[in-house]
């Protein structure tokens, strides 16, 4: 087989990056969310996170209303050295009590020990247009210690018996080696509270 200079180092590009996607190994995570509401009832949420290089996968259970599952397929970005940024860019479905298309959008900015968080999709109901629905997850954090995090958190529900449109509060988390441990106060000293514990294990 004869190969011109040009064709022998595609050949070798395409070889070293078919072992690199073989080298990439996959991780894995699986959160799991407990809401205590003060009239509602309490809530227990999960999501489970698959990545494989720039693959994103995601499966949510009572993320976006109760009794509804989602799946998600999305693109991982990550760049910046003393401003780091990663984006995940998805798109999913929902389907249980709701069903719909889902495009989402999870971003993180990071410098020295301060860090960003945003999470946000838009919920397009595809059985009543009514239904269709805005979620913002938001925290600004401080990372003192590799064992701890906390700051300030908010978030936008899908509407609920809630009196507050956007619920704002605090956060701690312990981050053993096995994944975090968090702690949320979700409006304090108020008839409006939500209690958030939540932990994550990854592999």
């Keep these: ?13 395409d ?4 072992d690199t996607v073989k080298a990439t190994p996959w991780e894995f995570s699986l959160s799991g969310y407990y809401y205590a509401f003060p009239e509602t ?39 910046g050295e003393g401003l780091s940024v990663e984006a995940t860019p998805m798109v999913g479905v929902a389907f ?14 990071g410098y020295r020990a301060l860090d960003f968080y945003a999470e946000g999709e ?10 269709n629905f805005a979620y913002t997850w938001l925290e ?9 995090r906390t700051g300030l958190v908010a978030q936008r529900l899908r509407p609920t018996e809630m009196s507050l449109d956007v619920d ?15 702690l949320y106060y979700f409006n304090p000293f108020s008839d409006s509270w939500i209690l958030t514990l939540g932990f994550e294990l990854d592999w």
């Design 122 to 131: 838009y919920l397009f109901d595809l059985n009543d247009n009514s239904g």
């Design 168 to 182: 704002r509060g605090v956060f701690a988390q312990l981050k053993p080696r096995f994944g975090i441990v968090s």
């Design 15 to 18: 070889s070293l990056s078919t």
């Design 140 to 148: 600004l954090a401080v990372t003192p210690m590799d064992l701890i």
């Design 41 to 79: 009832e309490d809530l227990v949420m999960a999501v489970a996170r698959a990545n494989h290089g720039a693959l994103h996968l995601e499966g949510r259970y009572n993320y976006e209303a109760r009794r509804t599952a989602s799946l998600f397929v999305g693109r991982n970005f990550s760049f």
């Design 96 to 109: 249980g009590d709701v069903q719909g298309i889902i495009p989402a959008l999870e971003l993180s900015l």
């Design 1 to 13: 087989m004869l190969l011109l200079p040009g064709a022998a180092g595609a050949a070798q590009a």
